[in-house]
C-alpha cells in the first residue's frame, strides 16, 4: 500500500467506498484478454449487468471508459448528423447530454427545468410532438442537484412519437429501481463508481433491439470507432473479434461490485438506499440545514443541501476531509460554493456512514 | 484472490506481465478524484510520463481508455472534417488509423507496405508532396507484424511539408528508444499495458505546441467531448475544472509502472529489450523457425514467427496456455493462422521467460 494514499469515507458524489472484495478482485492476476478463463469472465459480467439493469439485451457491457463515455457512446450510436434529440436539462449532466450530441452533428433541442426539479413530462411531450426527434434523452438521478426524474412516463412519451429513449442511470443503477425492460429503456448507460461500488473506469451500458434495428438502417458509420456499439457487440459477443484490450483488471473489480449487487437483491438495495437517504434528511433538517432537491423529487443516492448564509462551503469540505476523512461534494456550475452534495452510493450508504458524517 | 483467475507467463503481443508493486498500488483506497492528495499522485504521473515520452510537453496525460481511445483522441483532436491525412500502412494497427481518421471525416490517403515490412519514407514522401496533408501519421512498433518503423525519416518529411506528426507509441513506449521532443514528433500516445505493465485501461498522450495551436485555430469542435484535449488539458492542468471522473485505481498503477520504468532507466531498458529480443530469435532459429518481419526491420517488443508447414498454430498456442500457463498471441487479419507473436515487454523481457518459453 503505497504511503500517499490515505484512507477516506467517500460521501461525496463518487466514487463511492470500494469494498475490500472489490479491491482484492482488482488485484489479482491480470490475463490475456483472449484467454478462455477470462472469457468467462465477460460473460459472467454481462450476464450480472443484465441482472443489474433488468433486462434481456443482449447488447449489454462495459464500455471502456468512464460515465462520459457511456453517454458518448449512446449518443453517437444513436444519432447520425442531422438527427433530432430532445433532451431533459434539469442540471449539468442534462447540458452535457446536449452537448455531445451538437458534436455528434444532431440538432439538439432543451427541455429545461430549474435545477433542483425535475424535468415536466407534460413539456417534454409538446416538444416531442413538434420536433418529432429520432431520441429523447433523460437523466435519471441528476447528480449536480440529487432529483430523481421518474423515467416510466418520459418512455411513453418516447414510444408514442417512435423516438428511442436514453437514460443516463450513472448515479441510479443498483441504488435506486431501474426496469430497463419493464419501462422501455431503449438505452441505458451507468458508472462503475456509483451504486456498484467499482473504482471509477467503465461505463456499464444495455441497447435493445430497438437501438439494433437503428444500427442496421444508419446510413453514415458511428463517428466514433472506439465507441462503435456493433464493434463492440461483435468482440463481446460469441465471435470474439478483436476490437481493443478489454479493461481486464477493472472488469474484475466490476464483476465483484456486481456480485455483491446479486446476492443482496436489487430490491433489497433500492429499499437500503432509500432508508438511509431519509435517515440523513432528518438529521440535516434537525441541524437546521434545508435541502436543495424540491420535495417529492429527492434522490435517495445524491443529497443535496444549501450552504447556510455565512458558511463557507469549501471550507466545510476541507475541514470534514482532513479533520475526519470524511469526503463530501460541492457544487458544480451555477451551484458552486452554494450546494453541499452528499453521496450515499452502494456501500456507502449505511447508518453507520450517516451518524458519522452527521456527527462530523 | 479469485479461484477462477490461473496465473500466466504474459508473453503475447499484451497485456504483458504486471509487476506485484503495480498489482498492490492497483488495489490502494480508492481516493476521491478531486482529493488534494489524489491531485498530487495526478501529477506525478504526469512528470513521470513526460519523462518516458522524452518530452516537455505541458500537454501529457493519460487518456481514460485504452490505447485506441488514445489513437482516436490524436485523430479528432488533429484533424477537422475535409482535413488530410497522410498515413503510413503496414499492418493492422495502420489500418485502425486511417480508419478512425475517415469516421472523423478526413481525407485518408494510406502508404501502404507489404505487412512485416517498414513503410518507406521515399514513397511516403512523394505522396505527401503531392497530398500536402495536415497531419502525417505512423505506426512505431506494429504489433501485428513485429515491425519497428524509424521515426526521425518520417519525422523530416512532416515538418518539411508543414504536417503534425502522429506517432502510434503502444508497443515501443518505454521498451523502444523514443525521443518525442528530440525527433519532433508533434502527437504520441501508448497503452498501459505493454512496456510499461500496468494493466489495460490507459492511453498515455503527450501533445506539442504544434497541436495546441491547432486546437486554436480549429473552425469546428472536437466530435469527441470525451477525447477533447482541450477539456482534458484544463481538467488534468492548473484549474482542475472538472471533466470526467478520473480512472483512480488504474491511475495509481500507471506511476507506479513508470516508477518501475524510472528506476531502471530508459536507455537500460532499450538494451535490455534489444538483448532479449536477440536471444530469443537466435533459440527461435536454432528450433528452425523463421521470422515474419524482414531483416533489419524488427522490433524488440513484438516477436513474430511463421508458422512452419502443417503445424497448428491454435493448437501450438492452446498447448503453450494449458500445459506451461505461456500465452503467445496469433496472427491478425491477414495473417491469422499463419503468425505467432511473442511479445518480450516491460518486466516479461527476461532472460528467463525467454528460455522457458523456448523449452516450452
Same mark, same amino acid.
Not at 433489497?268 to 435517515?279: P, T, V
Not at 469526503?327 to 456501500?347: D, S, V, Y
Given at each position: 500500500? =503505497? *504511503?500517499?494514499?490515505?484512507?477516506?469515507?467517500? /460521501?461525496?458524489?463518487?466514487?463511492?467506498?470500494?469494498?475490500?472484495?472489490?479491491?482484492?478482485?482488482?488485484?489479482?492476476?491480470?490475463?490475456?484478454?483472449?484467454?478462455?478463463?477470462?472469457?468467462?469472465?465477460?460473460?459472467?459480467?454481462?450476464?450480472?449487468?443484465?441482472?443489474? #439493469?433488468?433486462?434481456?439485451?443482449?447488447?449489454?457491457?462495459?464500455? *471502456?471508459?468512464?460515465?462520459?463515455?457511456?453517454?458518448?457512446?449512446?449518443? $453517437? =450510436?444513436?444519432?447520425?448528423?442531422?438527427?433530432?434529440?430532445?433532451?431533459? $436539462?434539469?442540471?449539468? #449532466?442534462?447540458?452535457?447530454?446536449?452537448?455531445?450530441?451538437?458534436?455528434?452533428?444532431?440538432?439538439?433541442?432543451?427541455?429545461?427545468?430549474?435545477?433542483?426539479?425535475?424535468?415536466?413530462?407534460?413539456?417534454?411531450?409538446?416538444?416531442?410532438?413538434?420536433?418529432?426527434?429520432?431520441? $429523447?434523452?433523460?437523466?435519471?438521478?441528476?447528480?449536480?442537484?440529487?432529483?430523481?426524474?421518474?423515467?416510466?412516463?418520459?418512455?411513453?412519451?418516447?414510444?408514442?412519437?417512435?423516438? /428511442?429513449?436514453?437514460?443516463?442511470?450513472? *448515479?441510479?443503477?443498483?441504488?435506486?429501481?431501474?426496469?430497463?425492460?419493464?419501462?422501455?429503456?431503449?438505452?441505458?448507460?451507468?458508472?462503475?463508481?456509483?451504486?456498484?461500488?467499482?473504482?471509477?473506469?467503465?461505463?456499464?451500458?444495455?441497447?435493445?433491439?430497438?437501438?439494433?434495428?437503428?444500427?442496421?438502417?444508419?446510413?453514415?458509420?458511428?463517428?466514433?470507432?472506439?465507441?462503435?456499439?456493433?464493434?463492440?457487440?461483435?468482440?463481446?459477443?460469441?465471435?470474439?473479434?478483436?476490437?481493443?484490450?478489454?479493461?481486464?483488471?477493472?472488469?474484475?473489480?466490476?464483476?465483484?461490485?456486481?456480485?455483491?449487487?446479486?446476492? @443482496?437483491?436489487?430490491?433489497?438495495?433500492?429499499?437500503?438506499?432509500?432508508? =438511509?437517504?431519509?435517515?440523513?434528511?432528518?438529521?440535516?433538517?434537525?441541524?437546521?440545514?434545508?435541502?436543495?432537491?424540491?420535495?417529492?423529487?429527492?434522490?435517495?443516492?445524491?443529497?443535496?443541501?444549501?450552504?447556510?448564509?455565512? $458558511?463557507? @462551503?469549501?471550507?466545510?469540505?476541507?475541514?470534514?476531509?482532513? @479533520? #475526519?476523512?470524511?469526503?463530501?461534494?460541492?457544487?458544480?456550475?451555477?451551484?458552486?460554493?452554494?450546494?453541499?452534495?452528499?453521496?450515499?452510493?452502494?456501500?456507502?450508504?449505511?447508518?453507520?456512514?450517516?451518524?458519522?458524517?452527521?456527527?462530523?
Amino acid at each position: 500500500m =503505497n *504511503s500517499d494514499i490515505p484512507e477516506r469515507m467517500l /460521501l461525496g458524489p463518487g466514487p463511492s467506498p470500494v469494498p475490500q472484495r472489490v479491491l482484492q478482485a482488482l488485484s489479482s492476476p491480470v490475463l490475456g484478454h483472449l484467454d478462455p478463463a477470462f472469457l468467462i469472465i465477460m460473460d459472467e459480467t454481462r450476464d450480472l449487468l443484465r441482472q443489474a #439493469f433488468m433486462t434481456t439485451n443482449e447488447m449489454t457491457i462495459p464500455i *471502456s471508459g468512464t460515465g462520459s463515455a457511456g453517454m458518448e457512446a449512446c449518443v $453517437v =450510436n444513436t444519432l447520425e448528423p442531422g438527427d433530432r434529440l430532445v433532451v431533459g $436539462v434539469a442540471g449539468y #449532466f442534462g447540458e452535457r447530454l446536449a452537448e455531445i450530441a451538437r458534436r455528434a452533428g444532431a440538432d439538439v433541442t432543451e427541455v429545461s427545468a430549474e435545477w433542483g426539479r425535475v424535468v415536466d413530462p407534460e413539456r417534454l411531450e409538446v416538444v416531442v410532438r413538434r420536433v418529432r426527434p429520432q431520441a $429523447v434523452a433523460v437523466v435519471h438521478v441528476e447528480t449536480s442537484t440529487g432529483v430523481l426524474q421518474p423515467i416510466p412516463p418520459i418512455a411513453d412519451i418516447a414510444h408514442r412519437y417512435e423516438a /428511442l429513449l436514453i437514460v443516463d442511470a450513472v *448515479s441510479s443503477l443498483g441504488g435506486v429501481e431501474l426496469r430497463v425492460d419493464d419501462w422501455g429503456v431503449d438505452l441505458c448507460y451507468s458508472g462503475s463508481q456509483k451504486c456498484l461500488n467499482a473504482p471509477p473506469g467503465l461505463a456499464p451500458l444495455t441497447a435493445g433491439k430497438r437501438l439494433r434495428d437503428r444500427l442496421g438502417s444508419r446510413k453514415t458509420k458511428v463517428q466514433s470507432w472506439y465507441l462503435d456499439l456493433s464493434l463492440l457487440s461483435t468482440y463481446w459477443g460469441a465471435t470474439r473479434l478483436y476490437h481493443h484490450t478489454a479493461p481486464v483488471s477493472m472488469i474484475y473489480a466490476l464483476r465483484e461490485g456486481l456480485r455483491i449487487v446479486q446476492e @443482496e437483491g436489487l430490491e433489497r438495495r433500492w429499499e437500503r438506499h432509500q432508508r =438511509n437517504a431519509e435517515l440523513l434528511r432528518e438529521g440535516l433538517e434537525a441541524l437546521g440545514l434545508h435541502q436543495f432537491a424540491q420535495e417529492g423529487d429527492r434522490a435517495p443516492t445524491v443529497i443535496t443541501v444549501r450552504v447556510p448564509d455565512g $458558511v463557507d @462551503e469549501l471550507d466545510t469540505r476541507q475541514r470534514l476531509l482532513t @479533520e #475526519f476523512g470524511i469526503e463530501i461534494g460541492g457544487g458544480l456550475g451555477p451551484t458552486k460554493g452554494r450546494l453541499l452534495r452528499i453521496g450515499l452510493m452502494g456501500a456507502g450508504s449505511s447508518e453507520r456512514n450517516v451518524l458519522t458524517l452527521l456527527a462530523g
